[in-house]
């Protein structure tokens, strides 16, 4: 059951997980299929269960929400009871694998999966092997990590190593099945970084990846380190380190101990750097009249759909039309009545087009007015072809092309992550030609768009939003306190570390 939760993001109700709902055998048939739908982490294990030997899946319920807000629990509690009856009624297990994404919370419970992975290991009892796979931006419970044998995390952000990690945890059930015993060793820095600052190319989550996995022995089965997603606002929320001992702890404990002191020492750097609205429509408004200027990505953090932002606020369409940019193209704003609108206009003609957009932050002028002309128009769905969702089947809904002077955007009737150019080019936009992209996504399109920018090209605009990247102007209530980057001025002991010499 996977969902990225956002306090502050509107509540995810039933209808938004029957998106992506699937039981039993329609499980196996998509993830043997030529484009998933589901997490690719599920592909990627069952690819590996395949090549690692005859084995019989036993398909139960997956369903996907992405990101938004709180889970409804009513609904949770539902899909928690449909999976235990199912592991009742199914007999033994040889194992069970769990693919959740780490950051859910519900409109009662702020730790969702920590609820979930307990049920599923009080139902199948204590020697069952359970493996799951979690996102880098889950928040970590005690919980989490007690239900489960092993906790294999992804190691990138943007996230292209889903399949990898899903393999990751069939070889490991494999190894548990041969009788390794593991040995977890978690540690909670009270680190809750802004997420701009848990990139994996470079930057000190990146540094800190790349130590756990160099540090790897032969008694270490797994380093997971998850800078968690600050925007879910629980008191479980921290930088979360899991490293797993094969058959002992001693080699992990070290690891463990050595990680946390380098996040701890590096705390000064997990911060957000972003440029303001009024620096971006001046880069565009320059790109868009001279063409030896670079083209650029400008990616807006304030309503990152990746992250639970709705996917229409318009301080960037509004602050780019209004300030006369041209060659700009906007990815995707979410706007199904816009949308219906455009098709009942018709290609080529021209309308009172209103952008109806969240009213976050803007004291109830949520929406923009202008005259538009409809493109072009799609009714989806799309296959992916660049980065993460390279070959997945996508799911905008019925697409319009608008156009308003200089600036054209991809309007959307779902929420769809414009972390692949295929959005725009089923509407016949020459991305080559355009000269600034506006995405409402913070991690995954540089690997979308770098056939078209340059990565130094590729800017961050703190917008404000439900996502902003600037944790002191959230709202936060929950959070655990003192806690970096919120509060500077506290010392920290590392747990382990006290053990060792006590
Ligand atoms: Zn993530």
Redesign the pocket.
């Known amino acids: 059951m996977f969902l990225?939760s956002n306090a502050f993001a509107r509540k995810v109700d039933e209808a938004r997980f029957r998106g992506l709902y699937l039981e039993g055998d329609d499980i196996t048939a998509d993830a043997r299929s030529d484009h998933p739908r589901q997490m690719l982490e599920v592909v990627g294990f069952y690819d590996e269960m395949d090549r690692l030997g005859p084995w019989a899946p036993v398909p139960i319920l997956v369903t996907m929400a992405g990101?938004g807000g709180a889970a409804d629990h009513g609904f949770f509690v539902d899909t928690l009871d449909r999976v235990r009856r199912a592991l009742d009624q199914v007999g033994p297990l040889d194992a069970v694998y769990l693919c959740n994404?780490g950051?859910m919370i519900t409109t009662e419970e702020p730790d969702g999966d920590g609820v979930f992975f307990a049920a599923v290991r009080d139902t199948v009892g204590p020697d069952v092997p359970l493996v799951g796979t979690l996102?880098?931006?889950?928040n970590v419970s005690e919980r989490m990590v007690d239900a489960l044998d092993v906790v294999v995390a992804?190691r990138t952000?943007p996230?292209v190593d889903q399949r990898e990690r899903g393999a990751e945890a069939a070889q490991l059930l494999r190894e548990l099945w041969d009788g390794m015993t593991p040995h977890h060793v978690l540690v909670k820095v009270p680190i809750v970084a802004p997420?701009v600052a848990?990139f994996t190319d470079s930057g000190p989550f990146a540094e800190l990846v790349d130590a756990g996995q160099q540090q790897i022995t032969s008694q270490i089965c797994n380093v997971s380190i998850l800078g968690g997603?600050a925007f879910s606002d629980t008191s479980k929320n921290s930088l979360a380190i899991i490293v797993t001992g094969r058959d002992c702890d001693v080699d992990a404990r070290r690891l463990a101990s050595d990680l946390a002191d380098q996040a701890w020492a590096n705390r000064h750097r997990f911060v957000a750097e972003a440029i303001s609205i009024d620096e971006a429509v001046k880069l565009a408004v320059a790109a868009g009249r001279d063409p030896t200027f670079p083209a650029m990505v400008l990616s807006d953090l304030g309503d990152n759909c990746?992250?639970g932002g709705p996917a229409n606020t318009v301080w960037m369409l509004e602050a780019l039309h209004r300030g006369g940019a041209d060659g700009v193209l906007v990815v995707n704003f979410r706007d199904r009545h816009l949308v219906k609108a455009a098709r009942h206009v018709g290609i080529g003609n021209t309308f009172d087009a209103t952008f109806t957009g969240d009213d976050w932050g803007r004291e109830g002028r949520g929406n923009y007015l202008a005259r538009a002309q409809v493109i072009a128009l799609h009714e989806g769905p799309l296959v992916g072809r660049r980065g993460i969702v390279a070959g997945k089947t996508l799911t905008p809904g019925d697409m319009a092309l608008l156009e308003l002077d200089g600036v054209r955007v991809v309007v959307t009737s779902h929420t769809a992550v414009g972390n692949d150019p295929i959005f725009s080019e089923a509407l016949g936009v020459d991305l080559a030609a355009s000269r600034t992209i506006v995405v409402k996504v913070r991690?995954s399109f540089p690997v979308a768009y770098d056939e078209f920018v340059d990565s130094e090209h590729m800017l961050f605009v703190d917008t404000p939003g439900r996502t902003s990247p600037m944790p002191s102007r959230m709202p936060f209530e929950s959070l655990p306190r003192p806690v970096y980057p919120l509060d500077t001025d506290f010392d920290w002991t590392n747990p382990l570390a006290a053990h060792e010499s006590g």
Not at 135 to 138: A, C, N
């Open positions: 990225e990101a994404h950051a996102d880098p931006h889950g992804y952000d996230h997420n848990l997603f990746g992250a991690s």
